[in-house]
């Protein structure tokens, strides 16, 4: 009922157009509203005008919403939509009465028509206020909302994806940088963290910056999954490019590392709970176990670690460890059954001790087989990949 907004004061029709707009997220609609009460006389030209700057301040709240949860870029789009619009709807509020004269003076006496010319005119007065400043408001944003929100990859920034070698090199430093973050995470799947091995790391050494996130395990296991769309987004461009052979089969290979470092993440990240559940139960078997899995997995890094130390790793090298790694799961496999028949384990424990024990093992072969991708020529690698357990 329109009738309703006569005899209000000013910045309660500066209020009114701000919520309306706001809740039927139409400044348009609302200021279908405003005319409608304009040319029935329910309200002046004045407060038509209030409203209609309230109306604008209003829709700043759709922008701000949609940005909550985007990126830095959207977070700082909406920050200077705002910004312009407070300042903008600021000043025309403390100006309405001298901009309607002037409105007048030019000769529009029309109420309707006379509301249109100063919503116009308000504007057009804040975009001349705000053009010579873009850059000093650019400069403001840039420092508010910082890029590493934004973007996880290191190497890909800047790149172009249309020189297929410089996109494979960008890659395989990616690589590297995601394998680090993906060792890092698995170390801390364990609490506490598993310690790190002497030697250097099995890939090119890139300092992972996973551990930035402190003890927030599932952000940086959220991060990481980020990083590897930027990458296989980025390759995709690189891959519509005219590539050489062996260019392709290069990238082919550092997506399959990838592909297997990420998935060696998600196992161990699958089973933390288990592993918290065995560290917190009373029964002393269950405590054990946790032992034993901090030990093989402390042994698997200590080995990938070793191959990081010298010369490039080996088919051979890879093979032997491939063969290690199952027999630590074969013996602890052993282990558990030869428990459930002496029952010193319940029913209960079996199948998450049996399933944490092949979560452990399909996250060391995964790891080892993405580093494997990372180091081998192509037809060792297929070669690995043929070998029993690889897979």
Do not use: C
């Amino acid at each position: 009922d329109i009738s309703r907004l006569a005899n209000y004061s000013a910045w309660q029709f500066l209020l009114f157009g701000t919520v309306v707009a706001a809740v039927i997220q139409s400044s348009s609609a609302t200021m279908m509203i405003t005319m409608t009460a304009l040319h029935a006389s329910v309200i002046d030209l004045p407060a038509a005008a209030a409203i209609a700057i309230g109306a604008d301040l209003g829709t700043t709240t759709t922008v701000l919403a949609g940005a909550i949860q985007g990126a830095a870029a959207k977070k700082r789009v909406a920050l200077a939509h705002f910004i312009f619009n407070i300042t903008n709807d600021g000043l025309a509020f403390l100006l309405r009465l001298p901009l309607l004269a002037l409105i007048a003076w030019i000769g529009i006496v029309d109420p309707l028509f006379a509301l249109v010319a100063f919503h116009s005119l308000f504007n057009l007065l804040g975009i001349a206020l705000f053009l010579p400043l873009t850059g000093l408001l650019a400069g403001f944003l840039e420092r508010r909302f910082q890029t590493d929100t934004e973007r996880e990859s290191q190497f890909l920034a800047g790149m172009t994806a249309d020189i297929g070698d410089a996109g494979v090199a960008a890659i395989t430093k990616e690589t590297s940088h995601l394998l680090a973050r993906v060792i890092d995470l698995n170390m801390r799947a364990f609490v506490p963290a598993l310690p790190t091995p002497p030697g250097r790391p099995p890939v090119a050494f890139v300092k992972s910056d996973s551990a930035k996130w402190g003890d927030r395990y599932d952000e940086a296991y959220r991060r990481t999954k980020k990083l590897e769309g930027e990458m296989l987004a980025f390759a995709i461009r690189v891959q519509a490019q005219p590539l050489e052979p062996a260019e392709s089969e290069r990238l082919q290979q550092l997506l399959n590392a990838v592909r297997h470092g990420v998935h060696s993440a998600k196992s161990l990240r699958d089973i933390r709970h288990n592993l918290a559940d065995f560290e917190d139960s009373p029964i002393a078997e269950l405590n054990r176990y946790v032992d034993h899995f901090r030990a093989v997995m402390t042994g698997f890094y200590g080995e990938l670690y070793r191959l990081g130390s010298g010369i490039a790793p080996t088919f051979r090298d890879f093979a032997e460890l491939l063969e290690r790694v199952h027999g630590w799961h074969d013996h602890l496999h052993s282990e558990v059954f030869d428990d459930i028949n002496s029952s010193r384990i319940g029913p209960g424990e079996i199948s998450s001790l049996l399933n944490v024990n092949r979560e452990i093992l399909n996250s060391n072969v995964a790891l080892l087989m993405a580093v494997q991708e990372f180091h081998l020529e192509p037809a060792e690698s297929m070669a690995i990949g043929q070998l029993p357990g690889a897979s």
